[in-house]
Structure formats: structure tokens, C-alpha cells
């Protein structure tokens, strides 16, 4: 089974912009979160998607918002970017049957706000 | 009391010896206790979890050890090698809350 896939690898974003970042669950997994890395502040979490709800969220501002379609894919959006939000985002997703079952990362979109 | 704290932030180590990371926690809530591995350039990765139902869960050279009644937990790695250099993270997550709370990362080098 193939991993998890996040797309872009790198990206580099001047303050103000907005971005999409993508996910690829692993096959028949429905469950996608989204962490947000950095030096300082370590993993944080943004939020969780199964079945296309969000189920959890973090204590992250309205700048950041998700979705997930029909097929499990996840998107993460940052509008208004600012330097802060300069970090690795991370998606991991799960089965989706269980709230202790496993977490599985992908390698992460490095992004760089200038 | 929804943080995870972890100690030291960085650790040096022999190549046989055993490595230590701790992590305590305040929310009695939470019920499940996984620690993972992170290599440069890549997402953390699953290494062993643990139940705060047992004390002790060993996986290879990978061991948790669980106080619930201090609340702490550590991961030990026996005859650590070179290729365990890593950042290590505990976390812990509520049985209903969904989300995993990390430690701040241990980064582990494991000289030869």
C-alpha cells in the first residue's frame, strides 16, 4: 500500500498570499488531520476530517481551513499568509474506526513565507 | 493541563548504551500514549504505544515504562545504534478528544 502523499514538497509563498496544500490518505483510510511543525512550538494540531466533517479542531486561527472530498483527499488552505506560519505541515490519516487507533504521517510540505 | 512535557531536549549517546526520554502529563483524561520517530525530511513515524491499563509494553530494543500514579512515561532504547539518531516525540490523546498532544522532541545522536 502506498503511503501518505502530500503535494507540494516546497513551497515558497511572500506574506499576504494564499495557499492549498494536498493530502493522499492511504487507501481506505478515512480519517485525515493535519499538524502544523516548527522549531518553537513543535507538532501542533489544525484539524481532523472523516467522512468530509470536520471532527476536531485546533486552537489555530480562521485563516486556516480544510476540506475533504468523497474520496478521503484533503486540502489545507492558509490565506492572509504571515511570516508565523512558516513551518512543516504534516497530514496523517487513520481508519477513521477508532480514536486510539494509529496515526500514519506523510513526509510533510515545507513552507516558506517571506 | 492539556500539555505533554518531555525531557532533555537533546541527548547524547554511545553506540550500545541506553537511551532515556521522559514525559510527564497533567490530564488524567488521556488514555493513549504513543511515542514517535522522526528522521530529517520525513513525518514522524509510529514506534510503540501504550495503554495506561499496563506498565510496561516492550517492542525490540524499544521499551515504555507508565506511572500512572505520577504521571510519566518514558521510552527506553537499549543497545542504541547509530541509525536510532532521531527526534523522538511522545504524545498522549483523550479517548474521545481525537487529536494527539506532543512533547516538545527529544533529538537523539547515537555516536559510534
Known amino acids: 500500500k502506498a503511503g501518505v502523499t502530500q503535494t507540494p514538497r516546497y513551497l515558497i509563498k511572500t506574506r499576504g498570499q494564499q495557499v492549498t496544500l494536498s493530502c493522499s490518505p492511504i487507501s481506505g483510510h478515512r480519517s485525515v488531520s493535519w499538524y502544523q511543525q516548527t522549531p518553537g512550538q513543535g507538532l501542533q494540531f489544525l484539524f481532523e476530517?472523516?467522512?468530509?466533517?470536520?471532527?476536531n479542531k485546533g486552537n489555530f486561527p480562521g485563516r486556516f481551513s480544510g476540506r475533504q472530498f468523497s474520496n478521503s483527499r484533503s486540502e489545507m488552505n492558509v490565506s492572509t499568509l504571515e511570516l508565523g506560519d512558516s513551518a512543516l505541515y504534516l497530514c496523517a490519516s487513520s481508519p477513521g474506526g477508532s480514536t486510539n487507533e494509529k496515526l500514519f504521517f506523510g513526509s510533510g510540505t515545507q513552507l516558506s513565507v517571506l | 493541563q492539556q500539555q505533554v512535557k518531555q525531557s532533555p531536549q537533546s541527548l547524547i549517546v554511545q553506540k550500545g548504551g541506553i537511551s532515556i526520554i521522559n514525559c510527564a502529563y497533567e490530564n488524567t483524561a488521556f488514555d493513549y500514549f504513543p511515542w514517535y520517530q522522526q528522521f530529517p525530511g520525513k513525518g514522524p513515524a509510529l514506534l510503540i504505544a501504550i495503554r495506561p491499563d499496563v506498565s510496561e509494553k516492550k517492542e525490540g530494543r524499544f521499551t515504555i515504562s507508565f506511572n500512572k500514579s505520577a504521571k510519566q512515561f518514558s521510552l527506553h532504547i537499549m543497545d542504541s545504534q547509530p541509525g536510532d539518531s532521531a527526534t523522538y516525540f511522545c504524545?498522549?490523546?483523550?479517548?474521545?478528544?481525537?487529536?494527539?498532544?506532543f512533547g516538545q522532541g527529544t533529538e537523539l545522536s547515537v555516536k559510534p
Open positions: 476530517y472523516f467522512s468530509e466533517t470536520q471532527r
Open positions: 504524545a498522549a490523546r483523550r479517548n474521545q478528544g481525537g487529536k494527539l498532544i
